[in-house]
């Protein structure tokens, strides 16, 4: 299990970006499938971004796809969560979350499969 620490949200007008970091602790971070979930106010959880272990593929909400970019620096030990033209309904408590398994085979969206979470950083897009 891995220690997680988001940071970088913040406040931001609709159509502006923002840049997400979720930093490791220790140096095993490049066995883990990682991904992004969000909780809205009043909402559940919801699966926004993962990426492979290796960094070789990555899977999307269709809510975020072609807006949002998921990325890892496996020597750094950090994942990133690039987001751009940026809307109202994307305010959330944005979550990074690590896999329950090392070097999974396939990717997952499901929080089940997830075992080590951080605190969360919060979102909020200004309309």
């Known amino acids: 299990q891995v220690q997680l620490e988001e940071s970088g949200g913040g406040l931001v007008q609709a159509g502006g970006s923002l840049r997400l970091s979720c930093a490791a602790s220790?140096?095993?971070?490049?066995?883990?499938?990682m991904a992004w979930f969000r909780q809205a106010p009043g909402k559940e959880r919801e699966f926004v971004a993962t990426?492979?272990?290796?960094?070789?593929?990555?899977s999307y909400a269709d809510s975020v796809k072609g807006r949002f970019t998921i990325s890892r620096d496996n020597a750094k030990n950090i994942v990133y969560l690039q987001m751009n033209s940026l809307k109202p309904e994307d305010t959330a408590v944005y979550y990074c979350?690590?896999?329950?398994?090392?070097?999974?085979?396939?990717?997952?969206?499901?929080?089940?499969?997830?075992?080590?979470w951080g605190q969360g950083t919060q979102v909020t897009v200004s309309s």
């Open positions: 220790g140096n095993m971070l490049y066995l883990y499938n």
């Open positions: 979350a690590a896999s329950a398994q090392t070097t999974p085979l396939d990717l997952t969206t499901q929080d089940v499969d997830f075992r080590s």
């Open positions: 990426i492979l272990w290796s960094g070789g593929s990555t």
